[in-house]
């Protein structure tokens, strides 16, 4: 399904049979907000079903301010996101302002010192915001553009909503699955602009990070340079991946040429899904349903 309006397109729209408008008070709105596409899920607490999913794709724009109107627009025309009464709301930021810390070494007020270091952040334009990671000894400290910041509070004034960085749903929810995987492993996420790399050890996070992809050769090079810098091997690591690829894709048959055993991640279980999800492959918006897990 695809439909088109000024500033977005709907890619894809999964809507459950049991989704009640009159029951919107138990049910959590799940929101991935990245500066070319966006992903909603809406999940009944009472019955621990997802029920909505919807993945839109975002005109280029050039400022915070073009993006802001893009979404309002979204939002403007849409039945049910402006609603008030959501169980839970909480925003996902998909960028690259962000530092994780090991939580022994985590202070509050050192935000923009840890940013600084691994990332362009600003005071006057940038709000400065951190999570503490349930599945790991580490604190995520990231930034959202303040105007993007502001318009996502004003939406929704009598609930305190949450934020996560990307990074933070896709840690949590490699480490949840982790019992699911060899123990020699490195797990990749493929989403439209980048590409995610996570790795454990013992159990435990050993190192994730992100990287902008502007051609098809960056993929081979960064998972290679991953390889390398974690001394795994093509021939015996296990790589499972998420995100926008599918068997036949040409992401795919270039993976296989260079690393011997590559697979297809699990959808989360922590759901229940109708059948209506069938339509989508199990690997597909890792991200988003993991939003769930970020308390």
Not at 59 to 75: A, D, G, I, M, R
């Amino acid at each position: 399904m695809k439909t088109a309006t000024k500033g977005y397109k709907l890619l894809k729209k999964i809507k459950d049979k049991d989704f009640d408008v009159d029951s919107l008070h138990q049910y959590n709105l799940n929101i991935l907000s990245g500066s070319r596409d966006l992903q909603i899920s809406v999940n009944d607490s009472t019955t621990q079903k997802c029920i909505l999913l919807e993945d839109y794709a975002l005109s280029k724009v050039e400022t915070y301010k073009e993006l802001v109107s893009v979404l309002e627009s979204l939002f403007d025309n849409h039945h049910l996101l402006k609603a008030g009464f959501w169980q839970s709301v909480k925003v996902g930021i998909k960028n690259n302002k962000f530092a994780l810390v090991p939580s022994k070494l985590f202070d509050p007020s050192s935000l923009f010192d840890y940013l600084k270091l691994n990332c362009k952040v600003n005071k006057e334009t940038d709000q400065l915001l951190y999570y503490k990671h349930l599945k790991s000894d580490a604190v995520n400290c990231f930034a959202i553009n303040k105007q993007l910041y502001n318009w996502y509070q004003s939406l929704y004034p009598n609930i305190k909503v949450a934020y996560v960085h990307q990074s933070s749903t896709l840690i949590e929810g490699v480490l949840t699955q982790l019992p699911n995987y060899p123990e020699d492993s490195i797990f990749l996420y493929v989403d439209r602009f980048k590409l995610h790399v996570i790795s454990s050890r013992n159990k435990k996070l050993e190192y994730y990070n992100q990287f902008s992809i502007k051609q098809f050769q960056d993929y081979i090079k960064y998972i290679m340079l991953v390889f390398d810098g974690l001394k795994r091997s093509q021939k015996t690591t296990n790589v499972v991946m998420w995100g926008y690829i599918g068997k036949q894709s040409t992401h795919y048959h270039e993976f296989v040429k260079y690393i011997k055993h590559v697979s297809f991640g699990e959808r989360p279980s922590f759901f229940k899904y109708g059948f209506v999800f069938d339509e989508l492959q199990d690997h597909y918006y890792f991200d988003t349903y993991n939003l769930h897990l970020c308390e």
